[in-house]
Structure formats: C-alpha cells, structure tokens
C-alpha cells in the first residue's frame, strides 16, 4: 500500500458541509479557517483545500450564504502553517488566466512551495448570473475547452518568458508572468464526467471524484489512473468523505439521526435547482428527501475502530489515493480523529509497506 494522503475541506462558506438546523454551524471567517488549517497540521493532515463560492442556497439555514473568497484565504493560512499542503480554488470562467498565474505564483511563494490550484471551470448558473458573466449558450464540451485552454495558458506563463496565444476563448499577445514558480503548484481537478475525467488525465496532478457507489469510484479512479499513465502522466484519485466519530457506535448514529432530523430542504431544494432542476422537481424531490441528505458527501459513522475500518474499507474498495475529510464540528471532532483514527491508519500503511 503506498502512502495515503488525507486533509480537509475547510468550511469557507457558513454552514460547512451539511444542509442541517441542529448540525453545529461553522461560521464563514478566517479566524474559524486558520484554527481548523492550524489542527489539520498538528495532528498530521497532508493538505487543506477551500472551495470558492459566491452563492448560497438560503433556507432556514442561509446555508453557504457567507463566504470567504479562497486563494486570500489560503495566503494567510499558508503564512500561518509550516508543512501541510495549501489548495485553493480559482474558477476558470472568471479569472483570466494571466491573473490566476500571478496569484498562484505569489502562494507558492507565501507557503515556500506548498501551493496547489484548484480548477473549476463554473457549473453553478445563479453564482455567475448574478455578476452578468454566464454564458448560458456555452455547453459542457465546450466548458471544458475552455478550462484546457485557461490551463495550457496559466502552464505556459508558468515556464516562458512570454507568450503568445490566439486561442478560441483566451488571447495573449506578448505575455509576461515573471517571476516563474518554483515548483509548479500542484494542479488539483474535480470532475466525474468522461470530459472532467480526460482533463484530469490530461493536466491534474489529483483528481477529486464522485459516485453513487463505491464499485463505480474505483472504475472512475481507474480510469484516470490508467488515462494519465497512457498519457506518461501519474494523477492521484481522491474523494470527499465526511467522519462521524463518537465513543461508541451508538453514540454516532444517534448524532447522525441527529442531524437528518434539522435538514433544511428550503436549501436543499435551491441548491438542487442551482444544478440546473426545474423548480417543481427540486421542490418535489427536497420535500421526499431522507435526513441523511443533510450530509453533501458519504459519511462513515462509528466509534475510533469503526471510523479506521470504514476509512480503510472505502480506500482500497475504491482504488483511491487519499480522501479528503469533512467534520461536524471542526475544532471538536479532529483532534479527536487525529488521535485515535489517524495513527491507526498510517500504522497499517505502514505495515502494508514493510511487508
């Protein structure tokens, strides 16, 4: 078994990631940001990643309508932090990629090499709507023609001393971006689609998936695994996955139920819309929704044993990489993980490597 990489999605935007009236409420400051990065570290996390988002989905919960921008963010955070691995997120169809170059170069520089961009090429109408800047004609194929040129754009200005481009959506004429970063930043990607799945191959460094089950995560990991190797490339395959950890089994079930009991369909339903629903069917299918759709991600729920199992079960049913973690109550339950879930699961990567 080769090392796993684990880190957490921070909660940037208010609410964090369940959609709940009696789930705790992560508020969308940096203060809250910098102590969840700050635990991450010191119990052992690979890397911290923050989303961007310029749009909630309101409901009881206003959920996700405070928001912190991302890459700022992550600056001081990787200001803040010694080891763990920087990702923040810039959205191709609203940063031009000359800007982007700039701004990660300046991160790699802040976090002394630690900086990692997430590509989103925008697929949530309302959040760019509202800005006047969706193009509501453009199709997905032609979304992620976009997102390769803004990328092959950002690797150039990344490594030439200029450059020039005549491409269908960018045009750079005598371009400058110095000074170069050194290393390249890490290039992370989400997507599950066959054209997110051949960008991933084609230019991430990780690739964050989603299935409706675990079988179909490790055909979708394997087939961005075996892509990139095709293209003489490696792309390491993540996913999100939320921990539930109490002292017993019990315990965490009954936070689980918990927390379905307070799901904020209002939100639920806005954000199903924002996917592109009609209102009647996001209306209709948030009002039969069961309580555990207040969970955005798979959840594992147990005591410390049972979360190490079903952390271990997902990785290797799933061909995965790494996950990327999700929690509750961020300053409360991951210090608990990190000492009792975590040195659990690196002492059996451990062992798997020995033997």
Not at 43 to 48: C, S, T, W, Y
Not at 113 to 122: D, E, F, K, L, T
Not at 165 to 191: K, N, Q, V, W, Y
Not at 291 to 306: I, L, M, N, R, S
């Amino acid at each position: 078994m080769q090392h796993k990489d684990y880190g957490v999605f921070l909660p940037n935007a208010a609410g964090g990631w369940l959609i709940s009236t009696t789930a705790p409420y992560p508020p969308a400051s940096y203060d809250y940001n910098r102590s969840v990065a700050l635990v991450a570290e010191r119990i052992g996390l690979d890397f911290v990643m923050a989303m961007a988002k310029w749009r909630g989905f309101g409901g009881s919960t206003d959920h996700w309508g405070e928001t912190i921008e991302s890459m700022t963010m992550m600056a001081g955070i990787a200001e803040a932090t010694e080891r763990v691995k920087i990702w923040a997120t810039v959205h191709a169809n609203m940063q031009h990629p000359a800007f982007a170059a700039k701004v990660f170069t300046t991160l790699q520089q802040i976090s002394r090499g630690r900086a990692g961009m997430n590509i989103v090429n925008g697929a949530y109408a309302d959040e760019f709507e509202q800005m006047g800047i969706w193009d509501a004609e453009m199709s997905k194929d032609a979304r992620y023609r976009m997102t390769e040129e803004w990328t092959r754009a950002v690797l150039r200005l990344w490594s030439e001393p200029s450059v020039t481009m005549h491409g269908e959506f960018f045009t750079l004429e005598d371009c400058e971006s110095r000074p170069h970063p050194d290393p390249r930043p890490t290039i992370i990607s989400a997507g599950r689609s066959p054209q997110g799945r051949a960008f991933q191959a084609a230019f991430a460094d990780g690739a964050f998936l989603g299935a409706e089950s675990l079988d179909e995560m490790r055909d979708l990991s394997r087939d961005v695994h075996e892509k990139a190797a095709a293209a003489g490339r490696e792309v390491r395959t993540y996913s999100m996955l939320t921990i539930v950890q109490d002292e017993t089994d019990a315990a965490a079930e009954a936070r689980v139920i918990r927390y379905g009991e307070g799901l904020d369909r209002t939100a639920l339903g806005n954000m199903r819309r924002s996917w592109g629903w009609d209102d009647k069917r996001a209306l209709s299918w948030a009002e039969g929704a069961k309580g555990e759709e207040a969970f955005q991600t798979p959840y594992v729920a147990g005591d410390a044993a049972t979360v190490a199992e079903r952390i271990q079960s997902v990785l290797e049913t799933a061909e995965l990489d790494g996950l990327m973690l999700i929690f509750p109550d961020y300053l409360e339950d991951m210090p608990v993980f990190g000492e009792s879930v975590l040195p659990v699961l690196r002492a059996a990567e451990s062992e798997s490597i020995a033997a």
